[in-house]
């Protein structure tokens, strides 16, 4: 569909807007804080906020969306997200001094679609829970999991790229990405297609026909990866994994200056998070062979999520390429902080919950993420903080900047 002149109006308004941020010298001076973290030489913690409650924050319309086509409507909601976080929250954000477009991409997925019921939202909630079916009840439901295939629409790509040149033309320049970033965390797909309950009791009662699902969906995974190193298109120029800026002098050490976009150029995230609920010994047989053979195809691997991972540590330092753990909050922050060594990075997650209560106890706030800081300090650990998985702060956006003011008092202290 056209763009019409409205469109393009809307787009220069938004670039010009995000340019005005993204040539300030700050962001360069937070990419060379980012590279110090990275390179395991923290300078000071650092903080990040991600994986919002958009629904919830668009008091101004500020973030309503006013173009249809949905390649550039893309665009537009980007700029406006990262335009929105600067101008409220920017803790240690970076814009890049560019506009960065999307390749025309497709990726096949595993050639099997979740069985998921929508459940009821409870009164006063936005956020609300699913339902999946047992689509993988025997063996031969396994071969319905299939290979990735994965393609690229370089004529479409070129088009997109020159109309996104004329666009920002006398505004920005603008860098088309080059592809894909790798989600590891098999598990969380598995149990979309066999649900939570079926995985734990089948780990239990039938162990031979989980390592045959996650054989066959590491296999389609690794399919993956090699045809995306075949096209060309890992995105070797991506600023973060997993919500965490990823500035390294081995990968990307500079705004776009990644080093070729194929894996092992880039960075990859895995997680286990329904392994919070059992054992280290099941992480162990479940999980650490299969996610190793996948992260070796990557130059850098940030794991975990909402997993607790303090107790199964020297499992996950066994991840091959492993650079960032997260500390979820159901993780010990003392016993991580203790365990996790000066040679990868403690990525601390305070919890939302604070956020979400009637009344946010500012103070215990304040406590929760010092208390982390001087956990880091006493054991000479690289932190970084991310506030992330932000369900609702009550329609009242306000509680994001507190947050963020407070995070970045405590961690320049």
Same mark, same amino acid.
């Given at each position: 569909?056209?763009? !019409? ?15 005005? /941020? ?7 001076? @937070?990419?060379?804080?980012?590279? !110090? ?16 409650? =958009? ?12 173009? @249809? ?7 537009? =909601? ?7 976080? =600067? ?20 990726? !096949? ?70 592809? #894909?970033?790798?989600?590891? $965390?098999?598990?969380?797909? #598995? ?9 734990? /009791? ?28 075949? #096209? ?23 705004? $776009? ?9 880039? =960075?990859? *995230?895995?997680?286990?998070?329904? /392994? ?15 996610? !190793?053979?996948?992260?070796?195809? *990557? $130059? ?47 990525s601390a997650k305070p919890s939302p919950a604070f956020l979400a209560d009637s009344s946010p106890d500012w103070d215990t706030i304040r406590k ?26 009550? *329609? ?18």
């Open positions: 569909m056209p763009l !019409s002149s409205k469109d393009i109006k809307v787009l220069k308004e938004l670039g010009s807007k995000y340019m005005s /941020f993204a040539t300030l010298p700050v962001q360069k001076e @937070k990419l060379e804080l980012w590279k !110090s973290l990275n390179r395991c030489k923290m300078q000071r913690p650092m903080v990040c906020i991600d994986q919002l409650p =958009w629904n919830e924050l668009n008091i101004n319309d500020e973030l309503t969306l006013q173009i @249809k086509d949905p390649y550039w409507k893309a665009i537009e =909601w980007d700029l406006r997200t990262k335009i929105y976080k =600067w101008t409220y929250f920017p803790v240690d954000m970076v814009l890049e001094p560019y506009i960065t477009i999307p390749k025309v991409i497709h990726n !096949s997925g595993y050639g099997i679609h979740p069985d998921v019921k929508r459940l009821e939202l409870v009164e006063g909630t936005t956020a609300a829970s699913q339902k999946y079916a047992n689509l993988l009840k025997d063996y031969n439901d396994i071969q319905k999991i299939k290979d990735m295939e994965i393609t690229v629409d370089e004529e479409l790509s070129k088009q997109y790229l020159q109309e996104a040149e004329e666009i920002f033309d006398g505004i920005a320049p603008v860098i088309q990405g080059h592809g #894909l970033q790798f989600h590891l $965390g098999v598990w969380d797909y #598995l149990t979309q297609l066999m649900s939570v309950e079926s995985a734990y /009791f089948d780990i239990m009662d039938r162990p031979e026909f989980i390592h045959a699902c996650m054989e066959r969906i590491t296999e389609a995974t690794i399919s993956g990866i090699k045809k995306a190193n075949e #096209l060309k298109v890992h995105n070797d120029i991506a600023n973060t994994c997993h919500c965490s800026y990823v500035y390294t002098d081995e990968l990307l050490p500079d705004f $776009g200056a990644g080093k070729g976009p194929v894996s092992n150029n880039c =960075w990859a *995230f895995g997680m286990a998070q329904l /392994f919070t609920s059992v054992s280290p010994k099941i992480t162990e047989e479940f999980e650490i062979p299969y996610i !190793s053979r996948m992260a070796e195809y *990557f $130059g850098m691997i940030y794991y975990g999520c909402c997993d607790r991972l303090d107790d199964r540590l020297d499992l996950v330092k066994k991840i091959p390429n492993l650079k960032k753990v997260s500390c979820s909050p159901w993780s010990d922050r003392k016993r991580f902080a203790e365990q996790i060594g000066d040679n990868l990075i403690m929760d993420l010092q208390l982390t800081v001087d956990l880091a300090k006493a054991n000479n650990v690289n932190l970084e903080i991310i506030l992330k998985d932000i369900s609702t702060v009550r *329609f009242q956006p306000e509680r994001l900047t507190k947050w963020a003011e407070i995070a970045m008092e405590v961690v320049q202290n």
